[in-house]
């Protein structure tokens, strides 16, 4: 019948979407990913430590490897990507948020960046 196949929007059935699937969760079945989760919450914790006093911002979260910054106001979503992309980071805004998600496997250095650029996206925005 109808929809009896449908695979959502995640990986839509693509045989590649599938192995890459696959290969994420090897990744994460050797458990290194707990280091890897905490080093990068430490790392956005103290790259966004800078912006939670940034008048225009209402919360600054981080959890894990998310990391969250809650405006008092909806983003200008093209100007707070075009500050992100200055900084060599795509961001995708949405409503009152500027977020990012970084792999597990993300490099400190990668983790920084990251950081900067949700930074200078606030900045730009709040």
């Given amino acids: 019948g109808a929809g009896a196949l449908m695979h959502g929007p995640t990986f ?13 969760l090897g990744l994460l079945g ?10 990068i919450e430490a790392a ?8 939670r006093n940034v008048t225009g911002v209402r919360d600054v979260r ?3 490897a998310t990391a969250a910054i809650e405006l008092e ?4 979503v093209a100007a707070a990507t075009e500050a992100a992309l ?19 496997v993300s490099s400190s250095d990668d983790v ?5 650029a949700l930074v200078a996206a606030v900045k730009a925005v709040a």
Avoid: C, K
Avoid at 30 to 39: F, I, N, P, S
Avoid at 44 to 51: K, Y
Avoid at 73 to 76: E, R, T
Avoid at 87 to 101: D, H, S
């Fill in 12 to 24: 839509m059935g693509n045989p590649l979407a599938a192995s890459v699937a696959l290969a994420s």
């Fill in 30 to 39: 050797t458990g290194a990913w707990r280091r890897q989760v905490a080093d």
């Fill in 44 to 51: 956005l914790g103290a790259s966004l430590r800078e912006v």
């Fill in 62 to 64: 981080v959890l894990g």
């Fill in 73 to 76: 106001h909806d983003v200008d």
């Fill in 86 to 104: 200055a900084e060599g980071v795509w961001i995708r805004p949405f409503a009152n948020l500027i977020y990012a998600m970084p792999p597990y």
């Fill in 112 to 116: 920084d960046v990251i950081g900067a």
